[in-house]
């Protein structure tokens, strides 16, 4: 398995393991992030690994950040399980240095789906956190979410639509708490 199947792979098995522990009557309740409910946050970051897929397959993707109003559905486990196997079809004959379209302009695919990577495996954690569990990552997952944002100069992560100030996380923090502090999430 190649290191980017592997980050793909264990950052949706995260967020589908935190979809499914989601309570039945959990679905409508506030998240940790102040503008979504549980259901946004799910909705939000189906569109994420949706773009990871349409990268993947050379399809048109979009270069703003998922809007949850476009993504809700009714059996969200289902659909993520679906985008996963889009994207196990897509991996294996990918060139990962092809050019996509980005933010940032042409970029080789390996960069492309940085974020939206990222974006799943760090909502896993917010998604646990919201229905009172917790999440921790892999050494990998952990070190490739942090290269991503030590990437990012600081004025443009903290920017506008961009991560709250970070926080001071507690002592005995894991490591992958002591990540989301930094970008802002309350860890206590």
Request: hydrophobic content about 40%.
């Amino acid at each position: 398995m190649s290191e980017m199947n592997a980050r793909i792979s264990e950052a949706l098995e995260l967020f589908v393991d935190a979809v499914e522990r989601v309570p039945a009557d959990g679905w409508g309740a506030p998240s940790i992030l102040d503008e979504w409910s549980v259901r946004e946050l799910v909705a939000h970051v189906t569109g994420s690994a949706t773009k990871v897929a349409l990268l993947l397959e050379g399809g048109e993707t979009w270069q703003t950040p998922s809007e949850p109003a476009d993504w809700m559905c009714a059996d969200p486990a289902a659909r993520l399980r679906e985008i996963g196997g889009r994207i196990e079809r897509a991996l294996p004959g990918a060139d990962l240095e092809s050019p996509r379209p980005s933010p940032a302009g042409e970029v080789p695919l390996r960069q492309a789906l940085a974020f939206p990577v990222a974006d799943v495996g760090m909502h896993a954690w917010d998604l646990r956190r919201s229905c009172g569990g917790s999440v921790e990552f892999s050494e990998d997952l952990l070190a490739y979410c942090r290269g991503l944002i030590d990437s990012v100069p600081e004025e443009m992560m903290r920017g506008q639509g961009g991560f709250s100030p970070a926080t001071t996380p507690p002592a005995t923090a894991t490591p992958t708490d002591r990540l989301m502090a930094h970008l802002g999430r309350s860890v206590d």
